[in-house]
């Protein structure tokens, strides 16, 4: 009986490949917008079998461009594939696709940074955040230039659970730069370990599941790939807001080479710096001459639970900006400098 969708099969018929294709609508890929295709259906098979069992599921793919990753989700055997892509000139083979897979395919033409997928789905698929995680998933190979502000813009989805997160712990297969994938993913203590890796893995379980080549990209890029897996965790592992987990592990990054007291101080104002960096990292229970890639996700939620007490007592605080008393106390040495040359002192 075929009518589950869980025993029904669905094959593509045969389509023109992505380099036919490519030549036909003539996509040549635009530099100035870092597209760099991938033509090997093996590739994107594999990417999309990273990305779990997808049989029935409901995919959002981001940046198809002339559809190899596409062609590798419908023939998975999705129940409802959502592609957005910036670039018009895809429309026309993307459109092939969608009659050749009917009812499968919705086609947007627009911004993934913009995109409002809340609604895109049905109701009916959302899961409560401690459930499994719906029979929704996102895949996608972006640009560069887009997939990084992107996945900081999801992260903060998942810790207010909107966006693609309203439906539950959305789980999300992306391709990065390897070394932004490796940042992604580095444990305490490694040298690519960074405000991504914290980032990331206080929000998500994160794994770098492999690496492509450059020269598997049309045109190559001067890097390899990296493909990422993203499941939200049940309970994040810092209980803060986004906004200000993201400012202490900015501020401890500051300067990844020094020891972490000296980033962590510009969280306060100079008057009161020594006196509260001390406190903050004396009631954290962190040694201030650990650098900064050697805390841990708990010394950073530590940090942050003191530095949030520290702000509710001090309103003023979380507003403070280092690099802001830094401009104007320059400006106000630079007046006190010309006072001097005009008094001829
Ligand atoms: C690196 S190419 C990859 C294309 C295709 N996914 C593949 O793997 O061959 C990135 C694609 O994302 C599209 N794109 C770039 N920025 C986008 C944005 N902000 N919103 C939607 N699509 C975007 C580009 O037009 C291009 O088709």
Sequence with gaps: MAASGNLGSFRLPPLPTIRELIKLFRLQAAKQLSQNFLLDLRLTDKIVRKAGNLTNAYVYEVGPGPGGITRSILNANVADLLVVEKDTRFIPGLQMLSDAAPGKLRIVHGDVLTFKIEKAFPE???????????????????PFSVSTPL?????????????????????????????????LTATKGSKQRSRLSIMAQYLCSVEHIFTIPGQAFVPKPEVDVGVVHFTPLIRPKIEQPFKLVE???????????KYCHHGLGMLFPAAQRLESTGRLLQLADVDPTLRPTQLSVLHFKNLCDIYRKMCDKDPQLFAYNFREEL????????????????CGL
């Design 124 to 142: 009916s698929l959302k899961r409560h955040w401690e459930d499994d995680p719906p029979n929704i998933h996102i895949i996608g190979n972006l």
């Design 151 to 183: 996945i900081i813009k999801w992260l903060e989805n998942v810790s207010c659970r909107d966006g693609p997160f309203t439906y539950g712990r959305t789980q999300m297969t992306l391709t990065f730069q390897k070394e932004v994938a490796e940042r």
């Design 247 to 257: 400012k202490v592990v900015q501020s401890a990054f500051q300067f990844r080479r």
């Design 327 to 342: 401009k104007q106390s320059r400006s106000k040495n630079q007046t006190k400098d010309s006072d001097k040359e005009s």
